[in-house]
């Protein structure tokens, strides 16, 4: 089991930054693919990015490549997103996820099993 909180969400205005933090908490989190995932008003929830269970590896969906930053701590069981250059399509709610079976398929929303209540990014232009 793993339970998920995010936090650091808010509103910003275009060009700005974001820092999202996820707080994990159970066995399994270290040994997890992490994940974070959005939903716009009127979207399907999509990838925006994730992470190995090591770190070593990172993923992006092509709109937030060389503008985010996902990291984790395995010492403090937290994973964040740093978000740069915001723009009003951010708009959404975000949420941190886990797949603790690590899927070859990280930016599928159906492979986590655990995710966080999730937490509101408003980008104002």
């Known amino acids: 089991q793993v339970q998920l909180v995010e936090s650091g969400g808010g509103l910003v205005q275009a060009g700005g930054s974001l820092r999202l933090s996820c707080a994990a908490s159970?066995?399994?989190?270290?040994?997890?693919?992490m994940g974070w995932f959005r939903q716009g008003p009127g979207k399907e929830r999509e990838f925006v990015a994730a992470v190995s269970w090591s770190g070593a590896s990172t993923y992006y969906t092509d709109s937030v490549k060389d503008r985010f930053i996902i990291s984790r701590d395995n010492a403090k069981n937290t994973v964040t997103l740093q978000m740069n250059n915001l723009k009003p399509e951010d708009t959404a709610v975000y949420y941190c996820?886990?797949?603790?079976?690590?899927?070859?398929?990280?930016?599928?929303?159906?492979?986590?099993?655990?995710w966080g209540q999730g937490t509101q990014v408003t980008v104002s232009s």
């Open positions: 159970g066995r399994t989190f270290s040994s997890s693919t």
């Open positions: 996820a886990a797949d603790p079976r690590r899927s070859s398929r990280y930016d599928s929303a159906s492979r986590y099993d655990y």
